[in-house]
């Protein structure tokens, strides 16, 4: 009997597929098509556990509906461009281009093992100029239809590297890699009209009934539609009042001042007049540009001296503060500030030492506010103090609008519905990444390049010694002559955000290699994506990026009007988990770590912790955790996400080469329902490995057998149908954990069936095709050996009967005394008496009777037979 060797079925499939052309997508109109695409990957070097299990997912999605008679897309590529190559770059020398491709190169011969069915034929990486020239001419096509525009706008500045930053590339007010103060600086960048879409972005998330409801939310919220009052504060020193617009209306009264952003015109106006001004607005504009940042940011405010005038009250005079948690781009640059009812102002108010002055109160515990604000739920009922005094209103909408009545009907406010969404800035001061096709010219200002000087290529000749984007001292392809006037001007040196390239390359997967964006009869024709796989941590900008490109690409002519959401369903998986260890040579343990190693009583043993090993670097001994080799201790770590600075990595390359790629695939979906993490263990792993080997060897048995047909090859059939109908639901369900203990199950009823050859020869050649969207090596092995016809993987799936899915009998429990003592098994459709004789017949009825008569039997047809003795 031969042995199950992974590394070589799984060889031998692969080139056989490669060889049929299976995966290869063609448009055709005999089959219905199906579009599968998981988030494709950076480049980083290497894969790990996590690809695995989110590109299985996706397989198992392709293969299934390869089988039910789809022609499926499902293609593969590298979102490329990005800051991690050019700090390679920087800190190995060589060139950003050389370390992608080179990395792209690694991460296809990691993956290629793993047996997935991509279309390879569609490959590319954002970085390709093929690719990147149709985003250009995207850019254009947006710009004539007025989707982009240039504007000055505040930005993270870097003042050594001379480059702006990410928000995540501000740490604690300080650039990720230089260590610098962040600056906040005012720059010309360029903007995609995304708000101008709120609206419609908004609405149609109810429209995607397949989406993960915590999906919609999220990106409803960063969408952020609200209902307010934009009103004016009246300058007492007669100067330009001060709009604001709030949410909360109603806690007007409560105001204790009037807060301005740094960036105010006012602001900026004091700042040129008032040294102690320019100083402080100076120290506010080092820190992030986020609300998150600035929330997390120590609370500056500086009296400006300026006061304005209540609404509601001329004789009430408000101070006017800058403070550094406002933010120019949101709302007016302008607050009213209500401690009482918000936390960052209570605390601001209590640094400053400002009133605080309750709007309302607690009705269960009705004391003025102190160190804590009263946020009451909307629909709560509380004790107005103000002008809603005795009336019974809650704090929610209610109360809002009423404010906003008031407001309109006194003449000094109106109501104003406003989003939280802004434009989508796009320029990055970078070299790795899509040229902006742009130029300068004195005489013509800012000029589109021309779509037959597509693509505007980067330069290859760069280098990195000097800080800041090397497009800017590249006077070769710096300068250049205009488009319109042919005059000397120059190339626009910022390139684009790297959420551009993967806002949409779902689109150009359609028609790879067009030369122009997109191929409308084949986008037609494959769009949209059916089903989507990625990360929750993609779930606002990418796709909301990605929603608004495809709108915009359908207003420009390259995508059908239904393709303006482009993702019919959307799938988030968990992620894929590993112990980590540490050495323990640094800081002192706290008791809970030295509790968890064993040393919590053992005193006289110092442990420390400083730097992550890789699983491989240690061993577990009967005492604890050590440095393998050696008598160090290492510290080991609850399971968390796999990560590079963690080393708690798995490799799938190491795996593959122990087990195989089938047994890397059926653990990562049998472990845990998709949705959620699964922590990867070496004793799962090897479960897996073995549980395949026995599904090889009952297959090789099977083939080698020769039985007659048997009583129980009915019983063994009916449980295969049973199997396909449930196994079908786990795939279409995204239960693949449900649907491969189904396949356990099966193949413990098949090793121990007493079925003849023909019965077990059908009922493992359908296991094989129900495990082939997960092994799919394996399946094609059993396939082959038990005689199956040409490929599993173009064989039809499948279908369960339904006469099998009935049973004819039915085990029915008996009950004495209303004590369970035994079961029969009877003729589903057997009548009441016949069933009550069976019962009557039973050795534990008989014996409790002890030749007596039953006071009474009572027989619940197909549930359960009760004897009163």
């Avoid at 190995?92 to 093992?113: E, L």
């Avoid at 954990?737 to 050649?765: D, W």
Wanted: aromatic share 10%; glycine share 6%.
């Amino acid at each position: 009997m031969s042995r199950y060797s992974a590394a070589e079925i799984e060889q031998k499939w692969q080139q056989a597929w490669d060889k049929a052309g299976i995966f290869t997508a063609t448009r055709t109109a005999d089959k219905p098509k199906y579009y599968v695409l998981e988030m494709f990957p950076y480049p980083s070097g290497r894969i790990h556990m996590g690809h695995v299990r989110n590109y299985t997912m996706g397989d198992v999605i392709a293969r299934y509906k390869i089988a039910t008679g789809h022609n499926v897309l499902h293609p593969m590529g590298w979102d490329a461009f990005g800051m991690p190559a050019e700090n390679a770059a920087m800190a190995i020398g060589g060139h950003p281009k050389t370390w992608t491709y080179d990395n792209i190169a690694d991460m296809r011969a990691q993956m290629k093992p793993l047996g997935l069915s991509i279309d390879w034929s569609r490959e590319f990486a954002t970085c390709d100029p093929e690719y990147y020239g149709q985003q250009q001419a995207l850019f254009l096509d947006f710009l004539d239809a007025g989707l982009v525009y240039r504007k000055n706008a505040v930005v993270n500045w870097d003042p050594v590297d001379m480059t702006v930053l990410a928000n995540e590339q501000v740490i604690d007010g300080k650039g990720w890699r230089s260590g610098a103060d962040v600056e906040r600086r005012e720059l010309t960048q360029w903007f995609f009209r995304i708000s101008d879409m709120a609206e419609e972005l908004l609405e149609a998330l109810d429209r995607l009934d397949n989406w993960p409801a915590k999906v919609r939310l999220m990106q409803e919220n960063w969408i952020g539609k609200s209902r307010g009052l934009e009103f004016s504060f009246d300058r007492t020193d007669g100067g330009d009042p001060i709009t604001v617009y709030t949410t909360r209306p109603d806690t007007l009264m409560g105001a204790s001042f009037v807060g301005i952003s740094p960036d105010h015109p006012i602001a900026r106006q004091l700042e040129a007049e008032n040294p102690e001004i320019a100083e402080f607005v100076a120290r506010c504009r080092k820190g992030g540009t986020t609300e998150e940042a600035l929330e997390k940011a120590e609370k500056l405010g500086l009296d400006t001296g300026i006061t304005v005038v209540h609404p509601l009250n001329p004789d009430w005079k408000l101070p006017v503060w800058i403070a550094n948690f406002i933010l120019m781009d949101y709302g007016t640059g302008a607050i009213f500030a209500c401690p009482a009812h918000d936390q960052r102002d209570l605390d601001f108010c209590r640094k400053y030492d400002l009133p605080v002055i309750d709007t309302f109160l607690s009705l269960d515990d009705p004391r003025p506010v102190e160190t804590e604000a009263f946020v009451p739920p909307k629909t709560e009922k509380v004790k107005w103090i103000d002008h809603f005094a005795g009336l019974d209103v809650a704090t929610g909408q209610e109360a809002v609008d009423a404010t906003i009545d008031l407001a309109e009907k006194q003449g000094w406010g109106r109501g104003v519905t406003k989003f939280r969404l802004r434009d989508w800035g796009l320029s990055r001061q970078r070299y790795w990444g899509c040229p902006i096709p742009v130029v300068h010219c004195e005489s013509c200002g800012v000029v589109p390049e021309r779509k037959e000087n597509l693509p505007v290529r980067l330069p290859d000749d760069v280098s990195f010694d000097v800080p800041g984007n090397p497009l800017d001292r590249h006077p070769t392809w710096r300068d250049c002559a205009c488009p319109a006037c042919g005059k000397p001007a120059r190339r626009e040196t910022d390139t684009m955000d790297t959420f551009v390239d993967s806002s949409w390359y779902f689109a150009r997967f359609t028609a790879p290699r067009a030369e122009t964006p997109t191929d409308l009869a084949e986008a037609e024709y494959w769009m949209n994506v059916d089903q989507y796989i990625g990360g929750i941590e993609h779930a606002i900008l990418h796709l909301l990026y990605s929603r608004f490109f495809a709108r915009a690409m359908h207003i420009t002519g390259h995508l059908p009007e239904k393709a303006i959401e482009p993702f019919d369903a959307l799938f988030t998986q968990g992620m894929v988990t590993h112990e980590a260890y540490s050495t323990m040579d640094g800081e002192e343990l706290t008791p809970e770590e030295r509790d968890r190693i064993g040393l919590l009583n053992l005193p006289q043993i110092s442990a420390r912790k400083t730097e992550p090993l890789y699983p491989e670097q240690v061993e577990r001994r009967e005492d604890g955790w050590f440095v393998r080799g050696t008598n160090k201790r290492a510290l080991n770590w609850p399971a968390t996400k796999m990560s590079k600075s963690k080393k708690n990595v798995v490799d799938p390359v190491s795996i593959i080469a122990a087990f195989g790629a089938d047994t890397a695939r059926w653990f990562v979906l049998s472990d845990s329902p998709p949705e959620r993490d699964v922590e990867w263990t070496a004793a799962g792993a090897e479960a897996a490995h073995k549980h395949l080997s026995r599904v090889h060897r009952l297959a090789a048995e099977i083939a080698a057998s020769d039985t007659p047909d048997q009583q129980g090859d009915t019983d063994l059939l009916r449980e295969m149908h049973k199997t396909i109908r449930d196994v079908t639901l786990g795939v279409e369900s995204f239960g693949f954990n449900a649907a491969i203990a189904r396949l356990y199950a099966f193949t413990n009823t098949l090793t121990k069936s007493g079925a003849g050859t023909a019965a077990k020869t059908k009922a493992i050649k359908t296991l094989a095709q129900l495990m082939s969207p997960m092994t799919p090596h394996l399946s094609e092995e059993i396939w082959t050996l038990t005689g199956g016809e040409d490929l599993i993987a173009t064989s039809p799936w499948p279908i369960a009967e339904e006469s099998m899915l009935v049973d004819d009998t039915v085990t029915l429990p008996i009950q004495i005394n209303g004590k369970r003592r035994a079961e029969i098994t009877v003729a589903r459709d057997l009548d009441k008496d016949a069933v009550e004789r069976a019962a009557l017949a039973a050795d534990a009825v008989q014996k409790a009777l002890d030749g007596a008569a039953p006071k009474k039997v009572i027989v619940v047809p197909g549930r359960i037979v009760n004897v009163v003795v």
